[in-house]
T-cell receptor
Framework: ETGVTQSPTHLIKTRGQQVTLRCSSQSGHNTVSWYQQALGQGPQFIFQYYREEENGRGNFPPRFSGLQFPNYSSELNVNALELDDSALYLC????????????????FGAGSRLTVL | AQTVTQSQPEMSVQEAETVTLSCTYDTSESDYYLFWYKQPPSRQMILVIRQEAYKQQNATENRFSVNFQKAAKSFSLKISDSQLGDAAMYFCAYTTYSGGGADGLTFGKGTHLIIQP
């Protein structure tokens, strides 16, 4: 079975620009979540998508947005980039039995390293 | 809000020896999950072990075991017979039990584990 793949692996943007990061979920997984990992820190939860709808969000502003497609792949979009957005962005997928079910184990991708100049 | 604290930024151990990584957390929930993830230089987060709070028995996965003290809100990871491949950042993480994982994982800041040959 294939794991979680993310693209691009590295990218450089300038302040004020917009960026789209992509994620292909592990086969059979129906839920995707995104995390931001600043240098030297643990990952921070951005949001989760289940059945193409956002069903959970961390403490991130609206300029962080996402999509989940019918094939369960996903995008993370960040508008009006700021210097502090420089980080490793991790995508993770899982199988959820339902919105009230217990949490299941996440499978992570290797991340996209974003540098904002 | 839930918090996860890892008080050891770095730990070093001789190959074949045993090392324990510490983690404490704060929550008002009675049911939740705790995890240890490993992040090698390849950046991909890999699940090491998972503990459900309602289970009193400590989880074990081969050379990895936990000491879960629910009343003390402590969740330490013991690695026995340390191997060079164990060298990585180790993150302790928490999530609520229900809601399908929509609250996301709350991570600690990590412990850098060095294995001395």
């Amino acid at each position: 079975e294939t794991g979680v793949t993310q693209s691009p692996t590295h990218l450089i943007k300038t302040r004020g620009q917009q960026v789209t990061l992509r994620c292909s979920s592990q086969s059979g997984h129906n839920t995707v979540s995104w995390y931001q990992q600043a240098l030297g820190q643990g990952p921070q939860f951005i949001f989760q998508y289940y059945r193409e709808e956002e069903n959970g969000r961390g403490n991130f502003p609206p300029r962080f947005s996402g999509l989940q497609f019918p094939n369960y792949s996903s995008e993370l979009n960040v508008n009006a980039l700021e210097l502090d957005d420089s980080a490793l962005y991790l995508c993770a997928s899982s199988i959820q039995a339902g919105p009230q079910a217990g949490a299941n184990v996440l499978t992570f991708g290797a991340g996209s390293r974003l540098t904002v100049l | 809000a839930q918090t996860v604290t890892q008080s050891q930024p770095e730990m070093s151990v001789q190959e074949a020896e045993t090392v324990t990584l510490s983690c404490t957390y704060d929550t008002s929930e009675s049911d939740y999950y705790l995890f240890w993830y490993k992040q090698p230089p390849s950046r991909q987060m890999i699940l090491v072990i998972r503990q459900e709070a309602y289970k009193q028995q400590n989880a074990t996965e081969n050379r990895f075991s936990v000491n879960f003290q629910k009343a003390a809100k402590s969740f330490s990871l013991k690695i026995s017979d340390s191997q060079l491949g164990d060298a990585a950042m180790y993150f302790c993480a928490y999530t609520t039990y229900s809601g399908g994982g929509a609250d996301g994982l709350t991570f600690g800041k990590g412990t850098h584990l060095i294995i001395q040959p």
